[in-house]
T-cell receptor, first 110, second 115 residues
């Protein structure tokens, strides 16, 4: 384990549901990231938080909403998702230039 | 042109073979290069980290960077079935926020080492 944990590990939801993904790191890192990993595609950076500032990839739909209450916790709130949002969602944290990943949440949208 | 290109494979080799995994990148300003290994149903784990050109060795793994041709390689000697995983190359650029870096990943190459 890298010190980055994610819950739940698996999630199946309907298109009308609202759910949240959680990420926690106890490495003392100061930046946290959400990535989307789909088959045969590069990891897609969705959101970055550092020192309470946020940057987002403009191509991420508004049905994904991040929240970072402190430097150790990161959430991804999901609502009215589409089947094409089914993927592995990875959280990562970093201090300087090495990123460490969590195990991911496998999301299936029916 | 993609910033980092990687053949998705799959690549199947017999146990004990030398494996060569490769990526190309487009921006000559990139200086840091990483290889991540990702087992099925797990997140990527950092395997090797190199700066600029040259080789770096760690046990059975050697990472090589050729900046003149913008080519990065990962060699695995005496490959084992436990090496079966997806290998992602990555490089980084200055991030959007102070203290962060923009990671640019390849698609990953699926490797299968047959016993």
């Amino acid at each position: 384990e890298t010190g980055v944990t994610q819950t739940p590990r698996h999630l199946v939801m309907g298109m009308t549901n609202k759910k949240s993904l959680k990420c926690e790191q106890h490495l003392g890192h100061n930046a946290m990231y959400w990535y989307k990993q789909s088959a045969k595609k590069p990891l897609e950076l969705m959101f970055v938080y550092s020192l309470e500032e946020r940057v987002e990839n403009n191509s991420v739909p508004s049905r994904f909403s991040p929240e970072c209450p402190n430097s150790s916790h990161l959430f991804l709130h999901l609502h009215t998702l589409q089947p094409e949002d089914s993927a592995l969602y990875l959280c990562a944290s970093s201090l300087y230039n090495e990123q460490f990943f969590g195990p991911g949440t496998r999301l299936t949208v029916l | 042109q993609k910033e980092v290109e990687q053949d998705p494979g799959p690549l199947s080799v017999p146990e004990g073979a030398i494996v060569s995994l490769n990526c190309t990148y487009s921006n000559s300003a990139f200086q840091y290069f990483m290889w991540y290994r990702q087992y099925s149903r797990k997140g990527p784990e950092l395997l090797m980290y190199t700066y600029s050109s040259g080789n770096k060795e760690d046990g059975r793994f050697t990472a090589q960077v050729d900046k003149s041709s913008k080519y990065i390689s990962l060699f695995i000697r005496d490959s084992q079935p436990s090496d079966s995983a997806t290998y992602l190359c990555a490089t980084i650029n200055r991030g959007y926020l102070s203290g962060t870096y923009k990671y640019i990943f390849g698609t990953g190459t699926r490797l299968k080492v047959l016993a």
